[in-house]
């Protein structure tokens, strides 16, 4: 029997009720577009994270563009990026004219290398052509990146801290959830994320009241006080009200999903400790764990045993960004972001959901033990 990589039918038969109960309730009042569910989710998802504002957007890579939008950044804007992410994190970038700047990530945690953040930035002001304007800080995997320092760093250099949290929406570190640790926290609902939708879904969360104004302008067109009065370029970055429906639903067990994701990362720790790399820690963080992702020599060898036994496993990334054919023009050559170059070829997805069983888990970690020719137990 082959195993789910995400199993979201495994979570549909557990929360059906809920969910086709208020998928019923928009279907009978209507209110397709901004109707009440979406408002009612971005308070309940304020009160979730801590943030004060939460705007509800078609998308996590508009929410990202939109953050971009809100600081008005543009052409001759640098904007400091890992380049060890998905797509989405650069390309909202390049759309509004700015130039990306890959940074490396640590091995410690795949996230944003502050000492090539560094580097960076001495190397733009250095060239003297781009004006340094905002990092986005990716929390890869569901684990937060260093907002401490990262926002000690953006304060010092006058830049904004955005947070990609499209995989980490429910994590924690240092007593503050994913939402309330950056200038602005871009997240995805897609159904693959930690909390996903039925659909496309994303949101922006801020605590400034003039920033979250913004945001809802830009996510109505740019409209100002009245429907027809446009102050700004904006887009139709609206939230479907029959998704925020499927996440009010959601919402409710999520708590205890982030419980069993944990959970499950510890079976998997357990059974393969010195096997492979394991995916990084943080004292005080809690990881939202959309992935659980170990680290060994030969990936790819070990990736086609899985699969001829019907267990999945993914690869996220296989290029970083800077060497990607899209992104080459904006200057990185092979060799200039080692860590990044190194993951691409070590990093291994398993399979992770909440309702992934212990003897799944025991299956997938025998499996994996046989094909790295490791001696280990797993019974
Ligand atoms: C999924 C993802 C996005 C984009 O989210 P969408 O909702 O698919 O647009 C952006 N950044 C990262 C790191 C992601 O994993």
């Known amino acids: 029997m082959s195993i789910a990589f995400i199993d979201l039918k495994a979570q549909y038969r557990r929360i059906k009720e809920d969910v086709n109960t ?3 309730k928009v279907l009978e009042h209507g209110e397709f577009i901004m109707g009440p569910e979406v408002a009612e989710l971005e308070r309940a998802l304020a009160v979730f994270t801590g943030a004060k504002h939460c705007i509800g957007v078609a998308s996590g890579t508009d929410a990202l563009l939109m953050t971009l939008m809100a600081h008005e950044i543009g052409p001759g804007d640098a904007v400091f990026l890992p380049s060890f992410t998905f797509t989405a994190t650069a390309e909202v970038v390049v759309l509004l004219g700015a130039t990306p700047v890959f940074v490396d990530v640590t091995e410690q ?15 733009v002001r250095a060239t003297g052509n781009l004006r340094p304007r905002a990092v986005i800080a990716v929390d890869l995997f569901g684990l937060p990146a260093d907002y401490p320092r990262l926002r000690d760093f953006a304060r010092n250099n006058a830049l904004v801290l955005i947070a990609d949290a499209a995989q980490s929406l429910g994590a924690v570190a ?14 995805s609902f897609f159904p693959a ?27 109505l067109h740019g409209k100002g006080k009245e429907k027809y009065d446009i102050v700004r370029i904006g887009v139709n970055g609206r ?46 963080a809690q990881s939202a764990w959309a992935q659980y992702t170990i680290r060994l020599d030969n990936r790819d060898a070990v990736a086609a045993a899985l699969r001829s036994q019907g267990i999945p496993t993914a690869v996220y990334y296989p290029l970083p960004m800077h060497l990607q054919t899209a992104y080459r023009r904006f200057g990185r050559d092979p060799g200039s ?11 291994l997805s398993l399979p992770m ?4 069983d212990d003897s799944s888990i025991e299956r997938i970690c025998s499996a994996l033990l046989a094909a790295v020719g490791h001696g280990k137990n797993v019974a």
């Not at 994320?193 to 104004?213: H, Q, R, S, V």
């Not at 939230?239 to 639903?249: N, P």
């Not at 959601?250 to 994701?261: I, S, W």
């Open 22 to 24: 208020r998928m019923q």
């Open 193 to 219: 994320k930690p909390l996903g939708c039925y659909g496309d879904g994303g949101a922006i969360f801020c605590d400034d009241d003039e920033e979250a104004d913004r945001l809802r302008s830009i996510r």
């Open 239 to 284: 939230l479907d009200t029959l998704q925020a429906a499927v996440l009010l639903a959601k919402l409710a067990h999520f708590p205890q999903e982030l419980e069993a994701r944990e959970r499950i990362a510890r079976r998997y720790d357990e059974l393969l400790k010195g096997a492979v790399t394991l995916p990084p820690r943080h004292a005080g």
């Open 337 to 347: 972001l080692p860590v990044s170059e190194r993951l691409r070829h070590e990093v």
């Open 109 to 123: 945690s795949y996230n944003l290398d502050l000492a090539s953040l560094e580097a960076q930035l001495r190397h």
């Open 353 to 356: 959901h909440p309702y992934l």
């Open 174 to 187: 240092q007593e503050r959830r994913v939402g309330a640790m950056a200038d602005m926290t871009a997240t």
